[in-house]
C-alpha cells in the first residue's frame, strides 16, 4: 500500500508558474513508475506526465510537451511537477498516481494502481 499526498497547487494567472508536490509513503513507494493526472471541469481524467521508477525516463502528452517537467527525488519519496507558461486551459484538480508497470507506455487510467487526493490548479487569463 502507498499513501500520496499532493501539494502547490493554487490560483495563477496565464503565463505564470505553479510546481506541484507528491510526496508518497508506503512499501517500496521510491520504486514505483509515477505520474500526473487531471480532471479540468467537467471532463474525464486526462494523462499529463509520468517517469520511471529510476527518473530516466520520462513522458509527457502533446498538450504540455515544452512547457511541464515532471521529476523525482526517491531519497525524499517525492515526485514533482513543474508547471511553466500555464494557460486557462490547463485548469483542473491535478492528481498523483502510483502507476502499474504499463503506465509508461498506456498512461491511463487503467494503469494507476494509487491516486491522491488531487490539487486544485486555477489559471486566469
Known amino acids: 500500500q502507498v499513501q500520496l499526498s499532493e501539494s502547490g497547487g493554487g490560483l495563477v494567472q496565464a503565463g505564470g508558474s505553479l510546481r506541484l508536490s507528491c510526496a508518497a509513503t508506503g512499501r517500496s513507494a521510491s520504486r514505483y513508475d509515477m505520474g500526473w493526472f487531471r480532471q479540468p471541469p467537467g471532463k474525464a481524467h486526462e494523462f499529463v506526465a509520468a517517469i520511471s521508477w529510476t527518473g530516466g525516463t520520462t513522458k509527457n502528452t502533446d498538450s504540455v510537451r515544452g512547457r511541464f517537467t515532471i521529476s523525482r527525488d526517491n531519497a525524499e519519496n517525492t515526485v514533482y511537477l513543474q508547471m511553466n507558461s500555464l494557460e486557462p486551459d490547463d485548469t483542473a484538480v491535478y492528481y498523483c498516481?502510483?502507476?502499474?508497470?504499463?503506465?509508461?507506455?498506456?498512461?491511463?487510467?487503467?494503469?494507476?494502481?494509487?491516486w491522491g487526493q488531487g490539487t486544485q490548479v486555477t489559471v486566469s487569463s
Open positions: 498516481a502510483v502507476g502499474d508497470k504499463t503506465i509508461m507506455s498506456r498512461s491511463t487510467t487503467r494503469d494507476v494502481l494509487y
